[in-house]
């Protein structure tokens, strides 16, 4: 008995030391990899510190010029709205249930099919109203009527007595309408900055704060369902309040659109396809580049 605890100790030791030994190698390739993956590469490039500094002071720069917050403020209410309902969806159907019970599979199928639906209409929405812009280069009309849509589908939604069929189509219109909103904001952010902005900076900037700021909303979201249930907020006003919170923050972010530089700036990048298409057409019957590079940028977003 003392020689097999013996050998089993002395194999537990040797474990031990085996993984330790383990963990110490882990952590010295997670170190070196990390160094690699943050010194900067002269074969390469830039790396990922010189980046991120890149991506800070093309921010900061692209914040002082007219216009261009206002279409920033835009696109994160826009993409906040969107992957808020995508990941609570299953909260807002399940909730929805305490009005109209209905079986577990069909609230399943229910989900399943709005997800689908959902991100389908965020595409029907951005080429429906993307095709009339590019005719019209109406962005900030565009965008205000997609603002006004949103609102009003955010606020039927939130409303407790929304319920079955009535929320499917609420959903569905909402994917139609907060959509758009985020082509034409970038689309309107290079039109309002040229030349002094690069499209694809201007991309990467938005759908950084954009991802950034969805991140921060999820768990504030998350608490604010957690305590509105807690308290019976629906049970008390009638609404779902934490969708009515967040049809308000979409509120404000459409006033301040609204209300800023970037409802009145000029479009200067389509002016100066239109001069340069204008030239074309008179030297060889070429046609205008600006539709062309408006459906590039918007397609690149999408």
Sequence with gaps: DDDAAAAQETQQRAAAMYAARAGRHRR?????????WLVISHRVGHGALDVTRE????????????????????FVASIVASNIFSTFLPHLIMTAKRRRPEPMATTNARIAGLGAGFQVSLMAGSLTLGGLVDATKLYQGAMIAAFVGTIWTMAA????????????????????????????????????TFPDA????????????????????????????????????????GYRVEYATLAAATALAALYFRCSSGW??????????????????????GSSLAGDLSMRSKYMTL
């Design 55 to 74: 991506l800070y002071s093309s921010t900061v720069a692209m914040m002082r010029l007219p216009g261009f917050n206002a279409c920033l403020a835009a």
């Design 157 to 192: 939604i939130a409303d407790d007595h929304t319920t079955g069929h009535g929320l499917d189509v609420a959903v569905l219109l909402l994917g139609f309408f907060v959509g758009p909103i985020q082509p034409l904001a970038a689309e309107l952010a290079v039109e309002v």
């Design 28 to 36: 010295r390739r997670s170190v070196r990899l990390l160094r690699r």
């Design 264 to 285: 009145t700036a000029p479009l200067k990048r389509s002016s100066v396809n239109a001069a340069a298409g204008d030239a074309i057409d008179e030297s060889n019957g």
């Design 198 to 237: 690069e499209e694809n900076t201007i991309v990467a900037v938005q759908q950084t704060v954009g991802n950034l700021s969805s991140a921060l909303a999820v768990p504030v979201f998350h608490t604010l369902s957690l305590l509105c249930a807690e308290h019976d907020m629906i049970g008390k006003t």
